[in-house]
């Protein structure tokens, strides 16, 4: 009896073992079927798509030739006071076609895109695609740059660097002169003149405490009943010489800010680069497209006889 209990577990393991490898060699003739089947299709209808793969080649190199050449090329700015984000909202925004005719005939789009600092060192690491869609992925919008930003601008003709100057003068004559950005930079301005005041005015107290208390001697001793000298007080003797140095350095940076521009720009327009609609771009989606839809009409064609009969049967009813 306990060696048919033993026994039981053993057979069961023989049985789903056997289940398995019946189950891949079926799938394995299922597969072999279905990819047979399809070379014998694609050879018995070779002529229909050698006609195909003509059509496509043609098609490709008319498209090419035809379409207007896509290229692009991007721009790294610097802002001194304005977070990036709004920055690029006001660029995405901008209503190029009003202000330039040379850049509307150019240029396809111009986009703001952020900058991404992975590991947070202060050196951008990658440029975000732009999409047009909120991103509401934090672990994303925690790596963008808040004072830098990337200007992408897709043009149609490369070889002319008039239309990038074009665009860069157009495009900072409209953040210059738009009054949201004028109001912010007044605003933040007006604060950076109050901090340097504010700074002057601890410097200057610390220059006076200065003199004060380390240099003057004055009302530290006073005569006792008897006529002898007795100590009232004991100042700590204290030069501010470090502090001062550190409100100067603050002052200075903040100086370096306030007669700064209000955007700077890092890295210029790169050279334009061919984008998506160079020739092999357009032949793969003229490939899918014709793969796909000239397979279908070949199935048709290859059973129309079927497809006659079951018409005709279909009508007799």
């Known amino acids: 009896m306990a060696n048919e209990i033993q026994n039981e577990p053993q057979e069961q393991e023989i049985d789903l073992i056997d289940l398995m490898s019946r189950a891949c060699r079926w799938t394995g003739n299922l597969i072999s079927k279905i990819f047979t089947t399809i070379i014998y299709f694609i050879i018995r209808n070779r002529y229909w798509y050698l006609l195909l793969f003509i059509i496509i ?155 004060s208390e380390y240099f003057s001697e004055s009302n530290q001793y006073k005569l006792d009943k008897n006529g002898g000298l007795m100590m009232v007080s004991e100042k700590d003797k204290h030069l501010y010489h470090n502090d001062i140095i550190s409100l100067l350095s603050r002052k200075q940076k903040i100086e370096r800010y306030l007669y700064d521009e209000p955007f700077k720009v890092i890295q210029d327009f790169s050279e334009p680069m061919q984008e998506d609609n160079d020739l092999f771009s357009i032949l793969k989606t003229w490939l899918l497209i014709g793969l796909i839809f000239g397979s279908m009409l070949i199935i048709i064609i290859d059973n129309r006889k079927s497809i006659k009969t079951l018409i005709e049967k279909s009508d007799k009813k």
């Open 57 to 211: 080649a043609v098609t490709t190199i008319i498209s090419y030739k035809t379409r207007d050449k896509l290229f692009t090329c991007s721009m790294i700015v610097e802002t001194q006071r304005i977070s990036a984000s709004d920055v690029i909202n006001l660029i995405n925004q901008w209503n190029y076609n009003s202000d330039s005719t040379n850049i509307s005939n150019h240029i396809k789009a111009i986009h703001g895109c952020y900058l991404l600092d992975f590991n947070k060192d202060g050196f951008a690491d990658k440029i975000e695609d732009y999409t047009g869609k909120v991103v509401t992925d934090t672990s994303l919008l925690n790596k963008r740059m808040s004072d830098r930003f990337v200007v992408e601008a897709e043009l149609f003709n490369a070889d002319n660097n008039e239309v990038l100057i074009d665009v860069k003068t157009q495009l900072f004559n409209y953040l210059d002169n738009d009054p949201w950005v004028i109001n912010c930079n007044n605003v933040i301005k007006d604060e950076q003149k109050n901090m340097i005041a504010r700074i002057d005015k601890e410097i200057a107290q610390l220059d006076s405490l200065k003199n």
